[in-house]
């Protein structure tokens, strides 16, 4: 795929001077008590856990329970899962009905932030609760929007990623279908100083209201530099098509000066931990035939072939690209991927928030002017 546009160029004298850092690499902007990216050593850390003993271990709703502990408040009744199902019946009753209104021709992604605008209300506890807990019924939503069909009501009794499935599907989801969607929910649940967490926290660094720190971070999450990039993963697959003509592929791709979508992160230097939390869920799954070991050889052949690529430059494999595959393994359709990592990383980002008002400054770095000055 190629990204059609600069990812960083700037006049010569500006690029030289050490303070700046157009992306913000090495700049340690808070501390949090969140997660720990360790790039060196490819280790993920949420709240004191490492990643592999969370995702897979657990539903969404106690990852969340566990991940806001001391930062948002949990209800009184101690559950989340019944506290969720309630958000869910409030977006289906407040936010689907505008998401319908807006009418054909609006994709999935857009049509969810349009429903998760009409839940903001200004109060930041029951914002965290309403947004994380209605994510599942505006993505099922959008989706059915999208295709004209009737979005479907949640239901109470079922948890998150299964009322999910239910309602995007019409039909009773396979336990492991709803096995594998927790994992995914819980392995990207939060990550670091990311684009869309960063922006997060900027947003509520000027004092504005929790909804409009989660839109904001919606949109930067959107980019194929960022979490839109496991669609691109599967259309990547397909035009490779057989494990024989990853090789060729690849090589061709890079020579055009393409990104191998999935490959390659700003922290990480060793691949991606939660590459392998999402692919041990693959044998599970009935993924198409080949697929994975398409997967498989592609993911050897692109590491290698970037290695040689960027010789100074680890590029490993990144949580995009087994997402795309347990996703497609799991019946999601590649367009609905980018909503489904917000429907998870929407709790990172409220916790951020929350942390961000607690201990945070303005946010507000400075530019330095390199653009010519008035005559005289
Ligand atoms: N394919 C080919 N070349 C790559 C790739 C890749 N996937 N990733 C980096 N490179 C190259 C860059 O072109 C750059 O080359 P240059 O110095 O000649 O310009 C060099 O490696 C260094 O890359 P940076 O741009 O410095 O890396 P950065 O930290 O800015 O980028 C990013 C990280 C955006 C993830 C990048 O690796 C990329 O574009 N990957 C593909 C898209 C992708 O998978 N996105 C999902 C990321 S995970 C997430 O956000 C949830």
């Known amino acids: 795929m190629t990204i059609p546009f600069s990812t960083g160029t700037f006049p010569a004298s500006?690029?030289?001077?050490?303070?700046?850092?157009?992306?913000?690499?090495?700049?340690?902007?808070?501390?949090?008590?969140?997660?720990?990216?360790?790039g060196a050593r490819g280790r993920l850390i949420l709240r004191g856990r490492a990643i592999e003993d969370l995702a897979g271990q657990m539903s969404f709703e106690a990852a969340v329970a566990f991940f806001w502990q001391g930062l948002l408040p949990l209800p009184s009744s101690g559950d989340l899962a019944a506290a969720f199902a309630e958000a869910r019946l409030k977006a289906h009753a407040i936010a689907v009905p505008v998401m319908q209104s807006a009418g054909p021709g609006l994709g999935s992604?857009?049509?969810?932030?349009?429903?998760?605008?009409?839940?903001c209300r200004d109060d930041a506890a029951e914002d965290a609760l309403t947004m994380t807990g209605a994510m599942p019924v505006l993505l099922?939503?959008?989706?059915?929007?999208?295709r004209g069909e009737s979005p479907i009501a949640p239901s109470v009794a079922a948890g998150s990623a299964s009322d999910l499935l239910a309602m995007l599907t019409g039909t009773e989801p396979s336990a492991r279908a709803v096995a594998a969607i927790d994992r995914y929910l819980v392995t990207i649940l939060d990550h670091g100083f990311n684009a869309s967490t960063f922006t997060a926290r900027?947003?509520?660094s000027t004092g504005a209201d929790m909804g409009s720190a989660v839109l904001g971070a919606m949109g930067a999450l959107k980019?194929?530099?960022?979490?839109?990039?496991?669609g691109p993963v599967l259309d990547m697959l397909d035009a490779i098509g057989t494990p024989e003509r990853a090789v060729g592929w690849i090589s061709a791709a890079l020579a055009r000066g393409e990104r191998l979508m999935g490959f390659g992160h700003r922290i990480y230097r060793q691949r991606d931990p939660r590459a392998d939390v999402l692919k041990?869920?693959?044998?599970q799954l009935e993924a198409a035939d080949g697929r994975v070991a398409l997967a498989e050889v592609v993911e050897r052949e692109a590491t290698e072939a970037l290695?040689?690529?960027?010789?100074?430059?680890?590029?490993?494999?990144?949580?995009?690209?087994?997402?795309?595959?347990?996703?497609?393994?799991?019946?999601?359709?590649?367009?609905?991927?980018?909503?489904?990592?917000?429907?998870?990383?929407?709790?990172g980002w409220c916790a951020h928030v929350a942390e961000q008002r607690a201990t945070g400054r303005l946010i507000r770095?400075?530019?330095?002017y390199v653009g010519p000055q008035p005559a005289g």
């Open 223 to 230: 980019g194929p530099l960022h979490g839109g990039a496991p």
């Open 109 to 119: 992604y857009e049509r969810m932030r349009l429903g998760l605008a009409a839940l």
């Open 14 to 38: 500006a690029a030289t001077d050490a303070a700046r850092s157009p992306g913000l690499e090495g700049v340690v902007a808070a501390d949090t008590i969140l997660s720990e990216v360790d």
């Open 307 to 347: 290695a040689r690529h960027k010789p100074g430059r680890p590029l490993h494999t990144n949580v995009e690209f087994y997402t795309a595959v347990l996703l497609e393994a799991a019946g999601i359709d590649r367009s609905l991927f980018t909503p489904l990592f917000a429907t998870g990383r929407v709790a």
């Open 140 to 146: 099922a939503a959008a989706a059915r929007i999208g």
């Open 280 to 283: 041990a869920a693959l044998g």
């Open 365 to 368: 770095p400075g530019a330095r």
């Open 202 to 204: 900027v947003i509520a």
